[in-house]
């Protein structure tokens, strides 16, 4: 059974004691308890539509990236009455301004939920009095309720994003990004940080225990797990993602990470040497597996070294490549690409990835051949087992068609479901043709795919095999194709 009193209280304490160095506790302690108050305030249509603006925009963004932009945001996005009149013209605009964050689907997504508020309040008379009528507040169905109802009706908001919302105005949960998701991991409170309702039922459990209030409990522990946090007087967080300041921490007595990584292995950190800890591979992870036969007549090999460098790339020359889903994932009429296959949640998972991260983002089928995702796309039932001569053909035409611009050096491949090893195979020489590197990790069910936003974070900073391998759940799953010139 867990102390989650004591937990809490160890964690507030060093977070206070760490910032207290650099500014006074009393300032710090007047910064949180800022935070106890939010359930009780009182919020006007314009406070929720400013909120849900400001979700919509720090979602998959640099919180420092946004919030140095926050007064130009609201200049274009001041309430929901003059923003639900915006017109194609108004988004042109929007974009044309080289200081905003020029982000076309959050724009729309802000002037469509400016629509949606106009028409509520129309209904019920505000926004509140909407948010009242599920009574929230009495029940966590209730409260379930309410959140699958604002994900529904709300552009921008998904499953995470939408717990960030209803924190934000004051409403009993948490919510489970990475940072909160990745300790509560660590505590041994959940295990997997796609376990995302799990990790709001473990905040309330903290909530219960201290008599916080929940905004509090989230706002200690992100503040505990960010990279830096000014306001605590924190020039660096502690339960970090890579080389966490385990020497510092003050609950690493429960901390499954700590264990597995300084104790079991009897390296545990020092007071000068906690910015350079580093995870103890195990054997199995201490080599990349290549799980593809490859033909050795071929001169696209990949790469096993660990220290082999790959990068540093822009993100606008990252493509993100989604393979696609069996005729039981896919809707049975033509649509869009992006929401074609209904049942590979992969495919819509890389390609918010790719929205927040402003890469290219395609999908590869067997069907029609590599697609974007605005591209209008049939039904069809075609395996690659058996079909390989008319699947490389379409392969050999498209891809070239939507990637042969020069801009393009790396390809970023997610396979879902799909036979991984059979769509490298054919995708790989064609890819090499062009001039393009082939990254790919991840397996069913969805594994790894919370990754792509470290992985392209250290792909643009230059990194190698070993950097990739430490942030992977499966780390025997990545494999790497450079372009390699071949003698003549």
Known sequence: MKDYKKIFHKVESTLISVGSSNIPAETIYANLNEFKQLEEKAFSDADYYWGLVCVVFYAGFRAATITAKLNLIRQYFPDYENVAGYDESKVDEILNDPEMIRNRRKIRSCIENAKVFKAIVREHGS???????????????NLMLLKEELEYRFKGLGRITTYHFLTDIGMPVLKPDRVICRIFKRLGLIESDQQLLK????????????????????????????????????????????KPLCSICGVKDYCNYFKRNFIHSNTLPGAHDFLFQKRQLGEKDSKIADSIQTNHSSPVRSTK???????????????????????????????????????????????????????????????????????????????????????????????????????????????????????????KPILHDLGIELLSFGR??????????????????????EGLRAVLGLPDRLVYYPVCKTKR
């Not at 473990?202 to 960010?226: C, E, L, N, S």
């Open 127 to 141: 926004i509140k009095a909407y948010i009242d009528s599920f009574s929230p507040k009495t029940s966590f169905e």
């Open 199 to 242: 990790t709001v039922i473990q905040g309330r459990k903290f909530a219960q225990a201290t008599g916080h209030p929940i905004r509090y409990i989230d706002i200690v522990f992100v503040a505990y797990g960010q990279v830096e946090s000014q306001e605590l007087g924190l020039s660096s967080g502690i339960c970090l993602e890579k």
């Open 305 to 427: 070294a660990g220290n082999t460098r790959i990068g540093p790339f822009r993100k606008s020359e990252i493509v993100l490549c989604s393979a696609d889903a069996s005729p039981g994932s896919q809707r049975q009429m033509p649509c869009e690409a992006e929401y074609f296959f209904s049942g590979g949640k992969w495919v819509r998972a890389l390609g918010n990835a790719a929205n927040r991260l402003n890469c290219r983002f395609v999908i590869l089928t067997t069907g029609h051949g590599m697609v974007n995702p605005h591209d209008l796309i049939t039904p069809f039932d075609l395996h690659i087992n058996g079909n390989e001569g008319i699947v490389t053909e379409k392969w050999q035409k498209t891809i070239p068609a939507i990637l042969r611009s020069g801009k393009y050096r790396l390809l970023v491949f997610y396979s879902g479901g799909c036979p991984r090893e059979r769509y490298i195979e054919i995708m």
């Open 444 to 465: 069913p069910s969805m594994y790894d795919i919370n990754m792509v936003d470290n992985i392209i974070e250290l792909l643009t900073q230059g990194t190698t095999l």
